[in-house]
């Protein structure tokens, strides 16, 4: 890897997450991997960046040109009885949660008192990231999310983080793969990542974050390929 290129490797574990990328209003999905844009939003959330700013627009400009693998951990836990302990791995599952959200604008421009929506989670999932790019910018990346100026979240407000974020910045993603999988195989893991060109890809996701703006969320395709693990 050049000099001038860097790996950041992330840990995205909580009881609850959520990866929204193709729903909108009262119906709220999640994907089953973590996304681009929230990646960015995080980033811009620990570097103070706001809604719509021109600092915002720099960065996500520069943050497009990062290549990101998103990876599945499965979580294992130890149960202990009398005469042994056993292990077991959690199942990771979708949750939907009802909701009721007041005084939402309708397409009249008047406001209802009382919505119905429908928003989905992701219980018991662990994640790890590899983000691969600028030295520089992943630099600014790693400081800011060792001291986030704002909160930091997994998809949503709700979804607070049980472990830290930031594992730590590696010149190569073989030493950032170790400290999210150890001495594991890759190979081992279900794995979505960047396809280099449209051909090695097989699915386009609306993910590539060009404004957060309240009034002018805009995003653009990013083209992934999804490795089903051996394990």
Known sequence: MSSE????????????QSWGFDSQYNRRNTGLMPTKSALAGMCCAAL?????????ETFLARFAALRMMAIAIPRVVEHHYP???????????????YHTVQNTRKADGGTKDCHITHRQYLTDASFGVIIEGSAVLLEQIANALADPKWGLWLGRKTCIPSAPILAGLRDSRGEALKLLIGEEPLKAF?????????????????????SFASDRRMF???????SQGTS
């Open 5 to 16: 290129n860097k790996c950041l490797a992330l840990r995205l574990q909580g009881p609850l």
């Open 220 to 226: 653009t395709p990013r083209r992934v390929r999804i």
């Open 48 to 56: 103070g960046f706001g809604r719509g700013s021109d600092e915002e």
């Open 190 to 210: 279900t794995r979505q990542e960047d396809a280099e060109s449209f051909a090695e890809g097989r699915d386009s996701l609306p993910d590539q974050p060009v």
């Open 83 to 97: 005469h042994a302990a056993r292990e077991t791995t959690l199942s990771v599952r979708r949750l939907q949660d």
